[in-house]
């Protein structure tokens, strides 16, 4: 079997594999629902990934390890990754492919020649690592927006499968939503699409992960190369050259992506996967010392540049709720990788790609939307963050997040905390009996009560003609039928009140209480049950809010003042 | 070189071509103008929506469920059982009333409708315990040969959470029925007559499709709005859309809910009562042993008895009433002379 064919088929079955792993990030039962798939083995895979938590958090995280062994892998055999396993390389080298079929051997050669430009994905991965490097400063982990397998991971999940399920319903019950889909598809598609101008456009000249490996692998012991100085210069090997690494003469070794196609375009066999390097000679990694000053230095100065907003500081955005167990905000900006695992796993799709009102750094990481989904976050799932790579959302247990067990005097994770929008709410405002909330909050005992109050209906008082049994005829005309629900009271001068069983235009019946002996007036009173929250109980879930009968801008709503992963933003004594 | 003034033949062959060209572009573009116009003509709407009567629903109506009950028996028409064992009392409650053979007939299509409103465990109360369900499953398809028994619910919280952390949707499956989860596409816009609250409203239709029976299973709770969350109440979990807006009108809507829905018969387990809290609770501390199991024919008289181990008026529960007088049921259950048993 030649070799590129073996490239193909290692291509295929891990992007499969990246498939399969996508699908069963999904809460249930099922066999393809997630057992104990390891779903975020391809961002374990990924040493920039663990590079990038190295240098914001200064620690190597266990779950991370396997990029050690890409790491040792890249060093000795070359970017492998690149060509044989990424499954975001695998979807360019396609695209790239169909985009090119039928064009003249020539024109892919021209299309393949090395350029100068190839060095910007040093520039970009030197960015993201000055812009983590500096926790005193403000370390802030970015690489996952431009990393292939944070992109690739996040894409599929939050925008290409839910487009797949509408309809076809294959990995979810109903539709999924996910805000900010449409800036995802739309740097998803641009890399893919860039294929069709330059094949592996991305891999080439943007991808910060291929950079970090073409760096490593500058010592690796096998290399591909020439095993002559001179040819006969046909450039066939350059044909389908996937790195744009011109082994037909001065190879770029850090450009190859281990692809293989010179190897068996070669009709002279003078290319080889050897331990010398090219004998027509090789470049190592092409970039100007000018370029990475000056990227680093930005990078490093970005990170304070874009806390300047506050966002991180006092000026934090009350909406911006995290998942439970996720870290106080100056260490999560640190380790979110914004790969969307958190969010495709929710079973009840509250947890959101953010857009930049958590500042430019929060952008698609996760919050709750309880506007979005069948739930607010509910109190018997940890999914969330089971699965998060990097513990930006730690892997808390059931006892933890309820305040249960060893967790008692801790109390349970709040999220936030429920504020009633007085002005929207319907007890409150409009005299309507509703408090759906206080019926759905999951808390027991609940952490919204009500106070009862009776209050006079609009037009409510009316004279009352005659006393009889029990019911009321009076002399004006109210609209028949409105008050027999249950929820109305008739009250007398003398203070008692009986319960409202029917009304007719003229008269009122009464069912509970006893009726005055005379009555001058009778006011027509609503009991209602108005909804308030105690602080100390509310953990911020959000059923409240998702349940609000009032759908637009919900009358309880939960922002993220009292969230328990902040000591700054406690507002209990 | 050509004289300046001699005629060259006409190029016969250059003109039939380009008159061929012609015919055949004109003949294109007449096809082109007559789709046009052709679509423009099928689809010309002169008015626009607006203008019409504005049409009750886009979708297509459905008028009302079917009627599931079985003909009434009087002395057979709510029983209640005592007992801790809740496969023991649904099983004896049901007998009482004639044994499942008088509700389920062989190759019926069962719909069981538990409350699986909450993604809690069993054990906390908040929705049907599984064990009445397997229960029911069994007799439906052991004693009454039923074709085909469907357990479903449309939940307030994330229903593949709801049905598994219950534990229901093991039960059910495990006994041979088929757990089926809420779609959007399974509401139809329904209205009730004589209504005045489920108007046009997309109600869960779709399991009841091709089924003739359907039983009702309910815990017994505490709920802060409507006093008691029991049978009656466990229809709003057919109700699709945003219908907590019915929440303003909570007693009207559980009453329409009892006459949009005949059952063939429906279940309370009061074996624990959830007596604070509800109709989530949410800990042990909310449940009372009450250790009682009531089948009938008639929900306001299920729910009237329910009421009192709440420790409770049917008084208190104006849905009762206003169900009464719309002829769903009784409120004085006592009158139908329930059948008692105490099972160990």
């Known amino acids: 079997m030649k070799i590129t064919t073996v490239r193909r088929i290692s291509q295929l079955f891990f992007f499969a594999l990246f498939l399969w792993f996508c699908i069963v990030a999904t809460v249930g039962d099922k066999f393809w629902q997630i057992r104990n798939w390891p779903i975020n083995w391809f961002l374990q895979l990924d040493p920039l990934v663990a590079l990038g938590t190295i240098l914001s958090t200064g620690k190597f995280y266990g779950p991370l390890h396997c990029a050690l062994g890409v790491v040792i892998l890249t060093i000795i055999f070359g970017r492998f990754f690149c060509g044989w396993i990424c499954p975001f390389g695998a979807i360019h080298q396609f695209v790239g492919y169909l985009g090119n079929r039928g064009k003249k051997v020539a024109e892919k050669i021209r299309l393949n020649i090395y350029r100068k430009a190839q060095c910007v994905k040093y520039l970009v991965l030197i960015f993201f690592l000055g812009m983590a490097a500096f926790p005193s400063l403000a370390s802030s982990l970015q690489t996952g927006l431009l990393d292939p397998i944070p992109l690739v991971t996040r894409s599929f999940q939050l925008v290409l499968l839910p487009i797949l399920d509408r309809g076809t319903y294959l990995t979810s019950v109903n539709a999924r939503y996910y805000e900010f889909g449409w800036l995802i598809l739309a740097v998803f598609a641009t890399a893919v699409l860039l294929n069709l101008i330059i094949p592996r456009f991305y891999c080439r000249f943007i991808c910060p992960l291929g950079a970090f490996l073409a760096i490593i692998s500058r010592f690796s012991i096998w290399r591909i190369g020439k095993t002559k100085p001179q040819c006969i210069n046909c450039k066939t090997c350059e044909k389908s050259c996937e790195g744009g690494c011109e082994p037909s003469g001065n190879i770029k070794i850090a450009e190859c992506v281990l692809c293989f196609n010179c190897r068996d375009d070669c009709k002279h066999d003078l290319i080889v996967y050897q331990t010398v390097s090219s004998l027509a000679g090789e470049t190592q990694v092409d970039v100007s010392r000018r370029g990475v000053v000056l990227s680093f230095v930005s990078g490093v100065l970005a990170a304070p540049a874009i806390r300047l907003s506050g966002k991180v500081a006092s000026n934090w955005y009350s909406g911006v709720v995290r998942p439970p167990g996720a870290l106080a905000e100056p260490e999560f900006v640190k380790r979110c990788l914004k790969c969307g695992q958190c969010m495709r796993v929710c079973p009840t799709n509250v947890i959101q790609p953010a857009g930049i009102e958590g500042g430019l750094e929060g952008l698609w990481t996760p919050i709750l939307n309880n506007r979005i989904g069948s739930s607010g976050c509910q109190l018997n799932c940890v999914a969330c963050g089971q699965v998060c790579p990097t513990s930006a959302i730690r892997p808390i247990t059931l006892d933890e997040k309820g305040g249960l067990g060893e967790f008692a005097s801790a109390g349970p994770i709040k999220l936030g905390i429920a504020f009633v929008d007085q002005g929207r709410c319907l007890p409150w405002s409009m005299d309507k009996p509703c408090i759906v909330c206080q019926e759905d909050c999951p808390v027991s005992p609940k952490a919204i009560f009500t106070k009862d109050t009776f209050t006079t209906v609009r037009d409510g008082v009316v004279s009352v003609k005659k006393l009889t049994g029990d019911s009321i005829e009076i002399d004006q005309s109210i609209p028949a039928g409105k008050f027999g629900t249950g929820d109305y009271y008739a009250l007398f001068e003398d203070g008692s009140r009986c319960k409202i069983a029917s009304n007719t235009d003229t008269s009122i019946g009464i069912s509970e209480g006893k009726l005055p002996a005379s009555a001058g007036k009778v006011e027509i009173q609503v009991r209602l049950q108005r909804p308030c929250v105690d602080i100390e109980k509310c953990t911020g879930c959000g059923i409240c809010e998702h349940e609000c009968p009032v759908t637009g801008k919900r009358a309880i709503r939960i922002t993220a003042e009292g969230e328990t992963r902040s000591k700054d933003r406690r507002l209990l004594l | ?344």
């Open chain 2, 1 to 344: 070189m050509t004289e300046p003034n001699q005629i060259n033949p006409p190029d016969v062959g250059r003109i039939n071509s380009a008159r061929r060209q012609l015919l055949i572009r004109g003949a294109k573009a007449a096809a082109s103008i007559a789709a046009a116009v052709g679509v423009a003509r099928w689809l010309y709407d002169p008015k626009g929506l607006g203008a019409k009567k504005v049409p009750d629903t886009f979708f297509g109506e459905v008028k009302g469920l079917p009627d599931f009950s079985v003909p009434r028996k009087d002395g057979q028409v709510i029983s209640i059982v005592q007992g801790q064992d809740r496969a023991k009392t649904a099983s004896k409650a049901i007998e009482l009333l004639g044994g499942i053979e008088r509700f389920i007939s062989p190759g019926d299509i069962v719909v069981i409708k538990p409350n699986v409103g909450f993604a809690t465990p069993s054990i906390l109360g908040a929705t049907t315990h599984p064990d009445v369900i397997t229960a029911v499953v069994k007799l439906c398809y052991e004693k009454g040969k039923a074709k085909k028994v469907i357990v479903t619910d449309n939940s307030i919280n994330d229903p593949a959470s709801c049905f598994t952390i219950s534990g229901i949707s093991k039960a059910a499956s495990a006994a041979g029925a088929e757990v089926v989860m809420p779609k959007d596409s399974y509401f139809s816009p329904l209205t009730l007559e004589g209504g005045s609250l489920i108007k046009d409203w997309p109600v869960y239709c779709a399991p009841f499709a091709k089924a003739n029976k359907l039983i009702g299973i309910a815990p017994l709770k505490n709920h802060h709005r409507s006093a008691a969350s029991m049978t009656m109440k466990n229809w709003y979990g057919l109700l699709g859309g945003r219908r907590n807006v019915f929440h303003q009108d909570i007693n009207n809507i559980i009453a329409e809910l009892a006459m949009l829905i005949k059952p063939t018969l429906v279940i309370l387990d009061g074996t624990v009562t959830m007596m604070t809290n509800g109709p989530t609770g949410g800990s042990v501390s909310d449940l009372k042993k009450t250790n009682t199991m009531i089948a009938s024919c008639d929900m306001v008289a299920a729910d009237a008895f329910g009421s009192s181990l709440l420790n409770l008026k049917p008084a208190d529960l104006p849905y009762l009433s206003i169900a009464e007088k719309a002829g769903v049921g009784a409120v004085d259950y006592e009158s139908l002379k329930p059948l008692r048993a105490e099972v160990i």
